[in-house]
Each structure stands twice: as C-alpha cells, then as structure tokens.
C-alpha cells in the first residue's frame, strides 16, 4: 500500500505571499514525517510560487481544478499541460463545491479524469451524497452514480494512479464530522464499486480519503477508522499548526 496521503485544499484563499508563508510553515514542520505523502493544493493564482517553494522537499503540489482540453477557445480555463508544466502532480476533480456551486455533471468530470490520467497527473477524484440523500438512504446509490461514471473509459493500467476522497457534501465547512464509522462504511463502499470495476489487483493501490470538517481534534479516530487512506483537508489546513497536527495522526 502506498503510505497515507494528506491534501491541503485552500480553496479561493491565500495571495501568492500569503500562500508561500503557509507552504514554507508546513514544509518546516512536516521535515521529520516522510511516511506521508503530503499535498498543497493552493489556488491557480499561487502553483508556481508553491512549487518553487516546495521544490526539493518531497511535499507534492495539486490544482484544484482542470478543464479536460490541451488548449483552446475556453476562456477561464487551465489545461492538463500547463498543470504540468507548473510542477502539479495531483487534481482535485469533482469537488462537491464544483458539482454543486458551478454544476458539474459527472460528465465532465469523467472528461477531466480522463484527461489527467492522459497527462499523467494523478486525480483526487472527490465523491459524496448530500445530507438529503443521506436521510434517503440514497448514499451507496450515488457514490456508485458518481465513480461509474467518473471513471468510465479508464483503462485497468491508468487505475492506479487515481486517488478517491469520500467527502460528505454535508460535511464540508460544516463543522459537522462523519463519524469514524460513516466514513468507514462508505469507503469500504467505494472499494467495493472499483473491485468490481477494475479487479481486486488493480485498485489494491488506491488510497482513498476522507474529507469533511476535519480538524486536529477529530484527525487521529478518523486517521485510525478502517479503509481510511488519507484525509482531504479545506479549512484547518489555512492554519499551519492545525494541519501539521492532522499530518502527525499518520506519523
Ligand atoms: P473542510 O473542507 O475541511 O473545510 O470541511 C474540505 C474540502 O472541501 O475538501
């Protein structure tokens, strides 16, 4: 199994200033913990400044967002290629925020996926049910819904290399956690969909996180909760000390 993965999502904050200090912080303080495979994922604005930054350090960078073209008549958008070329390793791709606030479909973020696995750059494919779905009992039916079509077209060999992180749409800046035993269940889920998918073999790799108000204070039961891989991580990785305390539940 590749070892645990910890992503900072910064969402729209931080200038590129503001982005460096935190990417300098974390750097400093994760020296000691290569175990984990840490990721900054700071906004579109700031990716050159943090891979400069964190260039060297065995910390990987990470967009938030992709358009699935090389190039093109798409104004706005950020490429595959330039993601590359600007030190990114990983996307996030389907983030609840994208599905829900500038409505992707699973459409397209079956087309961005497969255009990142085209690049090689590593997806943190995002999927969860919103708190009405939950109380319809409708949560295994829309994570199916959401990685069957995410991950229709890749192939058994590009499987690998994707990351899923479950994310809870009610969960997200909520402060309202899933609790160890929820993110279990749907983790244990996701695996489910993927072996049947792709074959025990190939998904084996496939770390799969969770993500959802995670702070310092609930990151060691979650980090501990069976078939939880890594955690993705918005508002308490803004704080370098907040994150650093998640990163060490891994240690
Ligand atoms: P949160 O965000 O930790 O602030 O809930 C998580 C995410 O949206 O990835």
């Known amino acids: 199994m590749k070892p645990p993965l910890v992503v900072a999502n910064w969402k729209m904050h931080g200038t590129r200033v503001e982005a460096q200090n935190l ?8 020296k000691d913990q290569w175990n984990v495979e840490v990721v900054l994922a700071p906004p579109f604005t700031a990716l050159a400044t943090v891979a400069d930054e964190l260039r ?12 699935w073209k090389e190039e093109g ?23 609840s925020e994208r599905r829900h606030l500038f409505d992707e479909n699973d459409q397209m ?38 990685l069957t079509a995410a991950l229709k077209g ?15 749409v009610w969960a997200i800046g909520t402060g309202h956690t899933a609790t160890p035993d929820q993110a279990s269940d ?26 959802g108000s995670v702070r310092p204070e609930n990151a060691a039961e979650l980090a501990r909760a069976s078939e939880v891989n890594g955690l993705l991580v918005g508002g308490a ?6 994150f650093l305390r998640i990163i060490s539940q891994f240690a």
């Open 56 to 67: 060297g350090s065995g910390l990987r960078l990470a967009a938030q967002n992709v358009h």
């Open 186 to 211: 749907a983790h244990r889920w996701i695996r489910d969909v993927m072996n049947r998918l792709f074959g025990t073999t190939k998904t084996m790799q496939i770390r799969i996180l969770y993500g």
């Open 109 to 146: 973020v079956a087309k961005k996926m497969l255009a990142l696995l085209r690049a090689d750059l590593w997806p943190i494919l995002c999927v969860g049910e919103t708190l009405q779905e939950r109380k319809k009992g409708m949560t295994r039916r829309v994570i199916s819904r959401q």
């Open 237 to 242: 990785s803004l704080k370098a000390e907040e």
């Open 73 to 95: 008549a798409f104004t706005g958008e950020i490429s595959p290629k330039m993601l590359r070329e600007t030190g990114c390793t990983f996307v996030l791709i389907g983030h």
């Open 154 to 168: 890749v192939s058994k060999d590009a499987i690998e290399n994707i990351n899923v992180a479950y994310e809870p």
């Open 23 to 30: 990417a300098r912080q974390i750097f400093n303080g994760v």
